[in-house]
């Protein structure tokens, strides 16, 4: 989270679509309703990541074929992106 929390497309995006749910006439200043609403937005992201991360751990500990199975998969994906990414340098 902290990699893409650093990322300027992250900021580009949240002031992009933020303001659209701030109420300037609000109590709290429109940058504090932007901080509260990307707050919010990175909390529920953090839920959903250990919510999937805890259930997709118990399945994978119960299923040793699967774990292989995805670790393969995985892999193989990062192999293939690494060489899209070697091609497309060589190519220019």
């Not at 989270?1 to 992250?10: A, E, I, R, T, W």
């Not at 109590?27 to 999937?52: E, N």
């Amino acid at each position: 989270m902290g990699v893409s929390g650093l990322n300027p497309k992250v900021f580009l995006l949240f002031l992009a679509l933020l303001p659209q749910f701030t109420d300037p006439g609000a109590p709290w200043p429109v940058p504090v309703q932007i901080l509260a609403l990307g707050a919010v937005h990175v909390l529920g992201c953090a839920v959903v990541y250990l919510v999937v991360g805890h259930a997709s751990r118990a399945v994978l500990a119960a299923r040793p074929r699967a774990a292989r199975a995805v670790g393969r998969v995985s892999g193989g994906a990062m192999i293939a992106a690494a060489v899209l990414l070697a091609a497309e340098r060589l190519a220019g």
